[in-house]
């Protein structure tokens, strides 16, 4: 009985060991299990931390740092990579539809101008863009310190106003066309009765609205936009109301165009003025020359003006007119012929075309001839050789270079243009005659009798006399309107240097929105075909009568025989 008690507590201790063994090794498994899952976790934690880590930071630079990343500042507000992006894929837009209208104007003849012109245009737009929308912020601001506003209201307006222009502009050429057609016999007078009343209305009533836009609908201007407006903006990624803050932004500068047009003064400081204008700083010296030795302008004009040609045509016209009026006389006489023998058949008389050729053929072999015995009798009375007999070939060749550098050496000097006296402002001399304004300025501090040094200008060097000064000269309307009109650019290249320190750009590297296939495609298009551009096809009347030019023979003779007929083909008096 002991014995098996002894055996039942030695297997019961034997089963306890196996299920402590049991446990422990299932302990073991699990904290192996635990150690690997820790080193596994500590090994790819931080390469998937660096992951997740580099998609958030390329997500933020894309959706938020990027789009907001400044390509200038003026003044304190920055111009944002979005906004230059857009603004930049909607000047391509623009690009492509100034080519294009371009194209229409232009000759195939001109496909190297166009091309180059396509090219600086692309390559310079980005720039071009940036200043662009640089001064819109300048205007902007001084906008805003003039109390001057751009209402809601204004840009929904003037986006309505474009759009009536764009809808009603062909519809009512169109109507003029198909109205005229159907008239036949229409005059130009009733044509314009509609123009000049509609034009009298607007004049009764200046308050009152166009009548396109009264009869166009909100639900037409709507459908308008959608149509050619918008998907203009979804190739640009803008949006309407970035449209609209493009708008308001024309608006802007309109609104401050006006503002300093009205600041310009009507009267400033003016100096009536002759002058001379030289092709050469030479020919120019030799005229200053003649002044400073005493001659008075007038004198100076009598020497420097070109003479006037005379017209040597005038012979060979006189000619001309009498070989035509004896062809008419040919022909009444013909005609009168056939009046009196009307049974008889009438005859064709040979044309006196080829006697008014031959005419004038001789008349201007003998001015040549004329014309070379006065130079052969001149050239001999001028000559001292001290015989009459001709000189060997060498001395003859040397003796006319000798000739030629003396003629070269005393050959006159012309202006190439007298001007007629006027007053000029020195906006006026800079812009009419293309002189620097140091040297308008210049010939402004210059009082009554005094001339100018030579000026250069963009047709050569010009010599002002003044004639009178006057320190407040009412303008003339079209250089009113001139400053009026440039008041604003003016005053934009005066605040770009002025603010300068205020101004600032950062690189544009990776900022540039790259060419998409709408832009490039219509692009290579457009400029790769002016080259092969199909000319015009102008209309063309066929000849009344076979003016084939006849085959020319081995030699490049004409063939005679080939010839039509005299009286065939007319000849145009001059000779064609």
Do not use: C
């Not at 949006?239 to 500068?253: F, H, P, V």
């Not at 013909?334 to 005859?347: F, K, L, R, W, Y």
């Not at 000097?413 to 001007?419: K, L, T």
């Not at 063309?540 to 007929?565: E, K, L, M, N, Y």
């Amino acid at each position: 009985m002991a014995r098996s008690t002894t055996k039942n507590r030695r297997r019961a201790a034997e089963k306890q060991a196996a299920e402590a063994l049991k446990a422990r090794a299932e302990y073991l498994r699990h904290r192996k299990a635990m150690v690997h899952r820790r080193n596994l976790l500590l090994t790819l934690g931080p390469i998937l931390a660096l992951v997740v880590a580099w998609l958030g930071y390329g997500f933020f630079r894309e959706a938020y740092w990027e789009p907001r990343q400044p390509v200038a500042r003026v003044e304190g507000q920055a111009i944002t990579a979005s906004d230059y992006g857009k603004r930049v894929q909607y000047a391509r837009r623009q690009m492509l539809g100034n080519l294009s209208n371009i194209l229409g104007m232009i000759s195939a003849s001109d496909s190297s101008f166009i091309t180059e012109y396509a090219n600086t245009q692309r390559t310079n737009l980005p720039q071009t863009t940036l200043d662009q929308m640089i001064d819109e912020v300048l205007i902007r601001k001084e906008a805003e310190r003039r109390d001057l506003t751009v209402t809601d209201e204004e840009v929904a307006e003037r986006i309505r106003k474009d759009l009536i222009e764009t809808l009603e502009g062909p519809s009512a050429t169109a109507e003029e066309g198909e109205e005229g057609a159907a008239e036949g016999v229409a005059t130009q007078d009733d044509a314009a009765e509609p123009v000049d009343a509609a034009a009298d209305e607007a004049a009764a009533d200046p308050d009152a609205e166009p009548t396109a836009a009264i009869e166009t609908s909100d639900e037409e201007i709507e459908r308008a936009f959608d149509r050619l407006i918008q998907p203009m903006l979804v190739e640009a990624g803008m949006t309407r109301a970035d449209y609209e803050k493009l708008i308001r932004a024309q608006l802007y500068s309109e609104k401050l165009s006006e503002a300093l047009g009205e600041e310009v003064p009507a009267t400033a400081k003016q100096v009536e003025a002759d002058y001379l204008l030289f092709s050469t700083d030479q020919d120019a010296e030799a005229a200053l020359a003649v002044l400073a030795d005493g001659a008075s302008w007038d004198e100076a004009v009598a020497r420097f003006e070109e003479p006037a040609e005379a017209d040597a045509s005038d012979g060979v016209e006189t000619d001309a007119g009498d070989a035509s009026a004896a062809a008419d006389t040919t022909e009444g006489e013909a005609a009168a012929t056939a009046d009196a023998q009307p049974t008889e058949e009438p005859t064709l008389a040979p044309t006196d075309e080829p006697t008014a050729t031959a005419t004038r053929a001789a008349t201007m072999t003998a001015a040549a001839t004329a014309s070379s015995a006065g130079a052969v009798t001149e050239t001999a009375s001028t000559e001292t050789a001290p015989d009459a007999t001709a000189a060997p070939d060498g001395d003859g060749a040397a003796g006319d270079a000798e000739g030629a550098e003396a003629a070269a050496s005393d050959e006159p000097v012309y202006a190439v243009e007298v001007g007629e006296r006027r007053w000029y402002t020195a906006d006026a001399l800079v812009e009419r005659l293309a002189l620097t304004q140091a040297d308008a300025d210049a010939v402004l501090l210059l009082t009554q009798g005094e001339t100018s040094q030579g000026l250069t200008g963009s047709r050569g060097t010009y010599i002002l006399l003044v004639n009178a000064v006057e320190a407040d000269r009412a303008l003339e309307d079209a250089d009113l309107q001139a400053l009026k009109d440039g008041a604003l650019e003016k005053w934009l290249s005066g605040q770009r240097t002025a603010m300068s320190g205020e101004i600032s750009r950062f690189p544009l590297t990776g900022l540039v929105p790259a060419e998409e296939a709408w832009f490039t495609a219509p692009y290579e298009q457009l400029v790769g075909g002016v080259s092969s551009q199909v000319p015009l096809q102008l209309p063309t009347v066929a000849p009344a009568v076979d003016i084939t030019i006849p085959p020319a023979g081995a030699d490049g003779a004409v063939d005679p025989g080939s010839a039509p007929p005299a009286g065939d083909a007319p000849v145009d008096e001059d000779g064609g």
